[in-house]
């Protein structure tokens, strides 16, 4: 079935089709239409699920946590300072092994106050142990979210769905739903035997003291290392069952590029109709959607950058100090590679970042060997 749906309101659908069990819900912009629609799933009986309304983010995850330690599957959203406050809960719940999805809409940090749409708040929490998948468009919102229960539940490692606000959590697209058949073959009723049974004496989030705390943090480290080919597995199946895979990584035009530019989320469009416009004027230009960042995929990003002579990286986000955090990753990455890599940051706050404007990025690569910084900011107004 198709239909018109904002971005949020197709991780609503995710949502369903996955069927949660308990969805903990506090409102913040411009997330809280997920929350919403998926209280009005409950209410209507569309969905057999527990929906609890909390104070704050942090006892949103909490409850998530509490759920996914009983063995129930959990789901909530948020985007932001919502997401910065539930940071301490962020470990319990990958350090618990716990699959929790979450919802993540980008949105920028104050100060000043702002709504608006940047990928800040979900990259500074790239070393809480969550996996990170960014998305580019609504249907792949809604598909991401079922991959992700299955993902979590294989790897017992939580997820972290994201896609940038208002550009699609708030912009309406033809979305493919899936019957709710097909899904339940896919993704099958959570089954762990490791959740806490009433009536039996257990414990979870003990004290670990330095005899066992290394080998629980290793464990969680080594299981990290699997997530890619489980990803690929998954998203494999899920292409046989309903025609759609979107990739870890997704080359464009890279196989003789000399110029490439690495990007996330929505602004995987634009940079693939500035590439095709370059070809036309005969420069060879390629663009690489990053769709998973935690775990970073070290090896099929050098696989896809073996004919670039120069990189480009276009980071809507700042680590203040060391610039965009995409570049920083892709140059550790590359560390062993003499290639020049151009970090350029945009579109801070929401400001638009216009064809033109990544079309002036490729041109400044174009025209020197090396970078002038490390940090090129671009669109700033002097």
């Known amino acids: 079935m198709k239909k018109v749906l904002m971005g949020n309101f197709a991780a609503s659908h995710g949502v369903r089709l996955s069927r949660a069990q ?27 699920a527990k ?19 009983m063995g129930a599957r959990a789901f909530t959203a948020t985007s932001s300072h919502g997401l910065l406050l539930m940071h301490e809960l962020l470990h319990w719940a990958s350090g618990g092994r716990l699959p929790i999805v979450m919802v993540a809409v980008n949105r920028a940090i104050a100060p000043g106050w702002n709504i608006w749409n940047e990928q800040t ?11 990170q998948l960014y998305c580019a468009s609504n249907q792949e919102i809604l598909d991401t979210v079922i991959q992700a229960f299955r ?8 997820v972290m769905v994201i896609y940038d606000a208002f550009i699609l959590s708030h912009t309406y697209e033809p979305v493919d739903i899936p019957d709710q058949d097909s899904i339940d073959d896919f993704l099958p009723p959570l089954s762990n035997p490791e959740a806490l049974k009433i009536g039996k004496a257990e414990a979870f989030g003990s004290v670990t003291n330095p005899d066992f705390h290394m080998e629980f943090r290793v464990k969680l480290h080594d299981a990290y290392q699997r997530v890619p080919r489980v990803f690929e597995e998954i998203e494999k199946e899920y292409e046989t069952r309903l025609g759609r895979r979107y990739g870890i990584i997704e080359a464009y035009r890279c ?46 990003l050098r696989e896809a950058l073996r004919s670039a002579r120069k990189i480009l990286v276009l980071d809507r986000d700042l680590s203040p100090g060391t610039g965009g ?25 929401g400001r638009d ?30």
Not at 354 to 375: K, Q
């Open 51 to 69: 929906f609890i309304k909390v104070e704050s983010e942090h006892s949103a995850l909490a409850c998530c946590i509490s759920a996914s330690v």
């Open 151 to 158: 993902l979590a539940e294989t790897v017992k490692i939580p």
């Open 22 to 48: 308990v969805i903990s819900a506090y409102p913040i912009t411009p997330q809280t239409h997920v929350v919403e629609e998926l209280s009005a799933m409950v209410a209507r009986g569309d969905l057999n």
């Open 353 to 382: 970042i216009t064809p033109d404007l990544i079309t002036s990025m490729f041109f400044d690569a174009v025209g020197a060997e090396v970078p002038l910084s490390e940090t090129i900011f671009k669109g700033v107004r002097l």
């Open 325 to 349: 955090i995409f570049a920083h990753e892709v140059r550790a990455a590359m560390k062993e590679d003499p290639r020049p890599v151009w970090g350029f940051v945009a579109g801070l706050g």
């Open 255 to 300: 196989e003789d590029a000399e110029l490439v530019m690495i990007a996330a989320g929505s602004l995987a469009g634009p940079t693939r109709m500035v590439v095709d416009a370059l070809r036309q004027k005969g420069i060879r230009a390629g663009r690489i959607k990053l769709k998973m960042f935690r775990p970073f995929p070290v090896e099929p």
């Open 121 to 131: 708040d979900t990259l500074s929490q790239r070393d809480t142990g969550w996996i």
